[in-house]
T-cell receptor
Framework: ETGVTQSPTHLIKTRGQQVTLRCSSQ?????VSWYQQALGQGPQFIFQ???????GRGNFPPRFSGLQFPNYSSELNVNALELDDSALYLC????????????FGNGTRLTVT | GQNIDQPTEMTATEGAIVQINCTYQ??????LFWYQQHAGEAPTFLSY??LDGLEEKGRFSSFLSRSKGYSYLLLKELQMKDSASYLC???????????WGAGTKLIIKP
């Protein structure tokens, strides 16, 4: 059974640029959630995708957007990067939108300079 | 508003017992999760409580009191590998989203 994989592992971008983060869900999981985790904080919910449609969104601006593909992999896109976007971005998959528990990938560490 | 509180940091001795508390105030409640997160790694699932009471799973136990908005994670026979952050997260009833605490960094000393 393949777990949740995220790429890239680390990324450095400049303020104002755009970034795309990728996530492959665990085999058999059709739901992907994205979280932002600042240093020393708990994860903050960005949004969830279920069967290719957005199924809930946290308190993040529209410049955070996402996609889910037919194979249930997902992308997180962030436009007009700000310094405060520097964080660990975690992807989690589950068997369904109400599936428990969430299975997390190791995350992408994004640094915005 | 929504609030989840955990101690920032705790220190314990190898072989001992430690209790990590979590109090919450949220609009809606389905259940409460505990996750372990080693530095630079993904959170890994430890427990999920829906009903009041204690659930034991090996060296780890988790307790919930819904009326008090309170949970704790009990770790017994502490090992050095238990040094990690422990995150408490509430599952809201409206949309199954998780609201997370900031985590408790547990330091185990020999």
């Amino acid at each position: 059974e393949t777990g949740v994989t995220q790429s890239p592992t680390h990324l450095i971008k400049t303020r104002g640029q755009q970034v795309t983060l990728r996530c492959s869900s665990q085999s058999g999981h059709n739901t992907v959630s994205w979280y932002q985790q600042a240093l020393g904080q708990g994860p903050q919910f960005i949004f969830q995708y279920y069967r290719e449609e957005e199924n809930g969104r946290g308190n993040f601006p529209p410049r955070f957007s996402g996609l889910q593909f037919p194979n249930y992999s997902s992308e997180l896109n962030v436009n007009a990067l700000e310094l405060d976007d520097s964080a660990l971005y975690l992807c989690a998959s589950s068997l369904s939108r109400t599936g428990r528990p969430l299975h997390f990938g190791n995350g992408t560490r994004l640094t915005v300079t | 508003g929504q609030n989840i509180d955990q101690p920032t940091e705790m220190t314990a001795t190898e072989g001992a017992i430690v209790q990590i508390n979590c109090t919450y105030q949220t609009s809606g409640f389905n259940g409460l999760f505990w996750y372990q997160q080693h530095a630079g790694e993904a959170p890994t699932f430890l427990s999920y409580n829906v009903l009041d009471g204690l659930e034991e799973k090996g060296r780890f136990s988790s307790f919930l009191s819904r009326s008090k908005g309170y949970s704790y994670l009990l770790l017994k026979e502490l090992q050095m590998k238990d040094s990690a952050s422990y995150l408490c997260a509430v599952e809201k009833d409206s949309n199954y989203q998780l609201i997370w605490g900031a985590g408790t960094k547990l330091i185990i000393k020999p």
